[in-house]
């Protein structure tokens, strides 16, 4: 799934609370987007992260994240990839970047404004509590079995689909700019 590679997210490069990879990158950005779905596409990471210093390559590929991720979430195909290592990584290393992704999502929501008042429906609530059990997740005790891929698997479109929900919740379709007057 994922072929986004940041130089500046590296460990020896990474100097403050930014991300630890494009999971996380991609999870922020999802929580940012659901608070602000007008978020400035060029230097949106700014207003989640200070210590980001990226070159002109990564700038390019962060407004490409961005542009994409924007499209997927106003998708009527619900076509959303989250940024997690290929089928054929070991099952744990999708595991962690899972987590990641989810660390991402809960720190995007909060970091752009989410708070224990803002209204959200049950479903919503559930969701994002759920995100921050898988966020806590470890892969200690997991084996690299055809079971525990099936739950990765379906913990992953569980993610992806509630996503969509969160977004359509925060950010509702204005049809009133749609509508034909007769």
Request: aromatic share 8%.
């Amino acid at each position: 799934m994922s072929e986004l590679y940041f130089p500046s997210l590296s460990p020896e490069k990474n100097t403050g609370d930014g991300p630890a990879n494009a999971a996380e990158l991609q999870g922020s950005l999802c929580g940012l987007l659901c608070m602000d779905s007008q978020a400035n596409r060029i230097d949106w990471y700014k207003s989640l992260y200070d210590d980001i210093t990226p070159d002109d390559q990564e700038i390019l590929d962060l407004t490409a994240l961005f542009d994409k991720t924007v499209q997927s979430l106003n998708s009527l195909d619900f076509d959303l990839q989250l940024e997690l290592p290929d089928d054929l990584a070991p099952l744990p290393s999708r595991i962690l970047a899972m987590t990641d992704w989810c660390q991402g999502l809960v720190y995007g929501l909060g970091t752009s404004g989410l708070t224990d008042e803002t209204e959200l429906s049950p479903d919503c609530q559930e969701y994002i509590a759920d995100a921050i059990k898988i966020s806590q997740m470890s892969n200690d005790v997991l084996e690299d079995s055809n079971e525990e891929e099936t739950n990765f698997e379906e913990l992953v479109e569980y993610l992806r689909m509630g996503l969509f929900l969160l977004y359509s919740e925060l950010q509702p379709i204005d049809t009133s700019k749609d509508t034909i007057e007769h």
